[in-house]
């Protein structure tokens, strides 16, 4: 990374000014930017191998929308659509296959017939609360081996950082897996 100027544009304290390497300012965007990449590196890992552990055969996407379904209850398609951020197109054949693997079922919907409801399975269900639990572990893992005394300014630092994204905390979903 090029050395930053910590100057006029900057308006942190001195003391938030003061570096490691001498050449980034503490708190600086594109150093915290850094780490915040490097750590979502490990996390994503973290899920793939949660994911692959416990159905080598579900995609990512696919993950993404039986946590939907779990954590907001049956759906129409075009819900599950907009929480995924995808077209309705894709999320029908992402629901085929989930449908084939026995972890949604698809139903018309009572008040309209051209819709479709989508709920979990048992199946789906079993699935999302193991890949889950195997993220816990795996992440409870890590956390035991960081130094006590940052384990606090991590929650600290993470619940920030979750807050000005907009992600409400874990303790408001029943799956606390973050996509929506």
Known sequence: ??????????????????????????????????????????????????????????????????????????????????????????????????????????APNPENRRESILALTDTGRRVVEQVTGRRRTEIAAIVERMPTAHRDRLVEALEAFSAAGGEPGAGHDPIPLGWE
């Open 1 to 106: 990374m090029s050395p930053r100027v910590t100057g006029a544009r900057n308006s942190a304290t001195p003391s938030a000014q003061a570096t490691r390497t001498g050449t980034e300012a503490v708190g600086d965007v594109d150093r915290v930017t850094e780490a915040v990449l490097t750590a979502s590196r490990l996390l994503v890992a973290v899920s793939a191998r949660s994911l692959n552990e416990v159905e080598e055969s579900l995609t990512l996407p696919q993950f993404r929308a039986l946590v939907v379904l779990a954590s907001r209850g049956p759906l129409r398609l075009t819900h599950l659509a907009e929480h995924l951020a995808v077209n309705p197109s894709t999320a029908m054949r992402m629901a085929e296959r989930l449908v084939a693997a026995g972890m949604i079922d698809r």
